[in-house]
């Protein structure tokens, strides 16, 4: 049988190495409290058209490459870990920006204004998680943890999804969309405060450093693996375009939730095919549940359903992407991931604001759409896996 899981060392989960599972998730959710509530904000209070505002959600998947061919360059020519913490503060600096013409300065939004701030706010966002991810993460434990540490460390980012659209809301519902800013920017800046808290060791960086690279920022053999995670996050995309409430974020984390304890008892000795399988099958259920019912049970079993599904999915495929680097690729692979988990969600956002203006039964149905196209391509993309990974 084609299997394979993850091994647990409790003696990974050590004070450094919580700190930087942490500041994943901070960082994440600074950017993820945006989500359900900077569209409305634009459109209701700012009066940017649809396509305006969903250019500049958009924009951030196109910034998130902004920073990625100097990403090996700024690693290697300075210390790592202030490189990130740099990206961190620039992050909560863009955010707060918004607070600061929109309370002090008193001045409507303009659309080439809002463009920019979410094309940099994503490329300090992609510059963050591709030194996090590829670098400072694993170097704060063993070589033979390391697999185990991208794997539990990327789950803390995928809570962010939920946890930080959920965090907007009652922070927008509560006291305002200004204190969701301002709390974002803080969020972000807890971040870089808990990477400075972890001491890494200087390098001296090696001679003739080529200033533009794709070492860590982009697997190109991990193509088909990355065009095929994009279906599925451009699906969900589409999903958090339409207006969305508390719970069903709230019921998302519990479909993660679920999903990180089937992985560990339900999948064990599975094969692999079978989670990426379950998952679209689950997620695509759970569209079809909200295009067809509309009982008060759906709002609960629907979120869980995409939680569920979505975990198993992105944690297999970032699995995947590790087993297909070789030598030396595996930050890379780090970043392939997160590039096409990142931006297929910003894009799909973007396209269902300009494409659908919130039609309801529009969206779910070009998101399942979607998620079919994505179980199809699976079943050419897994064999293309199999021939060709290395580990």
């Known amino acids: 049988m084609n299997s394979q899981n993850t091994p647990v060392h409790i003696r990974l989960w050590h004070r450094d190495f919580w700190l930087m599972a942490l500041a994943n998730l901070l960082l994440t959710m600074s950017v993820y409290m945006l989500i359900p509530t900077l569209p409305h904000w634009l459109l209701g209070i700012h009066g940017l058209t649809a396509i305006e505002t969903g250019i500049a959600m958009g924009a951030f998947g196109f910034g998130l490459f902004g920073f990625g061919a100097f990403a090996s360059y700024l690693v290697q020519r300075y210390r790592r ?18 607070y600061y ?66 965090a907007g809301l009652l922070l927008q519902r509560l006291v305002g969309f200004d204190l969701v800013l301002l709390s974002a920017a803080g969020v972000a800046a807890v971040g870089a405060v808990l990477i400075l808290l972890v001491s890494f060791p200087f390098r001296t960086p090696d001679d003739n450093i080529p200033t533009v690279s794709l070492d860590r920022f982009f697997l190109p ?21 339409l207006r969305l409430s508390e719970l069903f974020f709230a019921m998302v984390m519990v479909g993660f939730l679920l999903a990180l304890v089937a992985q560990r008892f339900m999948f064990r000795d599975a094969e692999v095919k079978s989670e990426v399988v379950t998952g679209l099958i689950v997620m695509g259920a759970a569209l079809l549940m909200m295009l067809t019912r509309t009982q008060q049970i759906v709002w609960y079993a629907a979120p869980v359903f995409i939680g569920f599904g979505l975990g198993l999915i992105g944690s297999r495929f970032l699995l995947f992407f590790i087993k297909l680097s070789r030598h030396c690729q595996r930050g890379t692979s780090q970043s392939t991931f997160m590039l096409g988990w990142e ?4 894009w799909g956002l973007g396209l269902g604001l300009m494409c659908f203006e919130g039609d309801r039964r529009l969206t779910l149905q070009a ?18 896996f199999v021939k060709n990974k290395n580990r």
């Not at 490329?123 to 996090?132: D, S």
């Not at 803390?156 to 939920?162: D, G, K, M, Q, T």
């Not at 998101?367 to 293309?384: D, I, K, M, N």
Request: glycine share 8%.
């Open 367 to 384: 998101s399942l759409l979607l998620l079919a196209v994505a179980l199809l391509l699976y079943h050419f993309t897994h064999g293309w």
């Open 81 to 98: 870990n202030l490189v990130c913490v740099l990206a961190a503060l620039s992050i909560a600096a863009l955010i707060g920006g918004l």
């Open 221 to 241: 053999h991990g193509f088909p693996l990355f065009a095929n995670l994009q279906l599925v996050t451009l699906a969900v995309g589409l999903l958090l375009s």
């Open 343 to 346: 931006s297929g969600i910003a």
């Open 101 to 166: 013409v929109d309370v002090k300065l008193c001045q409507m939004m303009e659309a080439w204004f809002v463009i920019l701030q979410r094309f940099f706010l994503g490329a300090f966002f992609g510059l963050a998680q591709m030194v996090l991810t590829s670098t400072l993460i694993i170097d704060t434990c063993e070589s033979y943890q390391r697999t185990e540490a991208n794997h539990s460390a990327s789950w803390f980012s995928r809570f962010a999804l939920a946890l930080g659209p959920l």
